[in-house]
């Protein structure tokens, strides 16, 4: 195991960006499974946004699945309602189209969790092919990954 894995997982698990910048500035993998086998990204603290766009930012895989659920990222932050970390995700490059073991996609999750917003920009996001939504490019002031 990498050693700097369990602390670059500890610190997106609590949301603390300057120390997940510092791991990864320093060289901590992005994608380096923890000692229970879940990479930074799979743990985040999802309602963190800034943790998101650090880990992809440093090439952190948005589609890594959880092996024994087949969730993603997507489908935890669909689930929980973070509309912000969903489209930092989407934006990465992370698929919307995919189900979890139950057979759910996010959209699903996030109806049945009554997030409107979420569910209204995946539904958006998964019928645009174009790319020219604004629903699908996401919220007007969701942070950019240039500027962190």
């Avoid at 969730?71 to 509309?83: C, I, K, M, N, Q």
């Avoid at 049945?112 to 007007?140: C, F, I, K, M, S």
Wanted: proline residues 8%; charged residues 25%.
């Amino acid at each position: 195991m990498e050693p700097t894995a369990d602390w670059l997982a500890a610190a997106a698990a609590r949301g603390r960006c300057e120390e997940v910048r510092a791991l990864l500035e320093a060289g901590a993998p992005p994608n380096a499974p923890n000692r229970y086998g879940r990479t930074p990204i799979q743990v985040m603290m999802m309602g963190n946004a800034r943790v998101a766009q650090l880990l992809l930012l440093h090439g952190a895989e948005p589609n890594c699945a959880d092996p024994a659920t087949l969730t993603r990222p997507v489908h935890d932050a669909a689930r929980e309602g973070f509309l912000d970390t969903l489209v930092a995700l989407h934006r990465a490059g992370a698929r919307l189209d995919v189900r979890d073991a139950w057979g759910r996609l996010p959209v699903d999750l996030a109806e049945e969790r009554g997030h409107r917003d979420v569910a209204r920009y995946l539904r958006a996001a998964l019928g645009d092919t174009e790319g020219g939504n604004q629903a699908a490019e996401g919220p007007p002031d969701s942070p950019d990954l240039k500027n962190l």
